[in-house]
């Protein structure tokens, strides 16, 4: 009778579709997410803006921390129409889209040809603000109204998402049925900017996280028909389900003849499916999340970097900080001081 019980209450495996949801979830539950409306944009006639990312002299260890906690641009199409170019290719914007830049791709936004160039980050007034700023160029002709801001998704330092991701993400909200949550939560973005209450610009902070998640969770659902890529494998019934082992417990003893054993599979179909569809090797993916998480209580927390080995697998802290610079440029101590220097821990 125990022996039945103990089968009544057994965990049951997910479904492929929820683990890879699941695995999605993990990643942005441990790696800090937030999000800033910076302004309005209002344009009346012909103009473009000049959006070309700027470099900055910094030391090598600044610049692993810019590269891994990187600024993801955003726009939010709230009346009229503009065009977009970015790298060579011209999309018109409607009403109802919504663009996120993953890697701070440099862009352009306009209406009509050889318009007037605005600067509006350069027209910013200097902090603090008390509202949004609203920043208002030309007196006539069409009317374009866009909603600008960004996000720090420290989730950019994972590769395996980082190599999955587009270098534009685009959504047509009103022309979309699947992006209802995603017009929602626009549609309440606008009734904050709209009608400033008490407590509007944490909401606005979370609204903004909440849509960059919708943006991911649409992409996964349009890479689920793809044939490589780490969004493609939380769709993959095996990987889905090996992916989700690994998130839930990444401290665990792994191995590929135990992960392909949780999967369903053998170690090497397991191991061919991990090179098809992600393109590395089953524990060449452990130790990528476990690094991913190492970097996430460097910069958290004020634990010792060799306690942090430790934990992270390693046996060694000089075995760490060799793996630690291969993936992020630097050792963890310079990496964790670059974080601190730079305010954004």
Known sequence: MAGSLKGLIKKPPLPASVAGADVLSDVLRHIRLTGSLQFCLM???????DDKPTLRNLDQATKSVVAVTGTIPFHIVVEGSCWMKMEGVETELRAGDVVAFPFGTGHQLGAGHDGVMVTPVADLPPKPWRDI???NYGSKGAHVRILCGYLQCDAMSFDPLRQA???????RTREDADAAWLKAAITQIVSEFDRP????AAILERLTEVTFIELLRHQMHAAAAAEAGWLAALSDPALGRCLALVHDDPMHDWSVEKLAAKSGLSRSALAEKFDAVLGIAPMRYVRAWRLSLARSALRSGNKGVSTIAFEAGYGTEAAFNRAFARAYGVPPAAWRQAVRRSGTA
């Open 43 to 49: 344009a009346n006639g012909v103009w473009k803006t």
């Open 197 to 200: 209450r008490s407590g509007g």
């Open 133 to 135: 700023p609203t920043l």
């Open 165 to 171: 991701l587009p270098t534009l993400l685009h959504v």
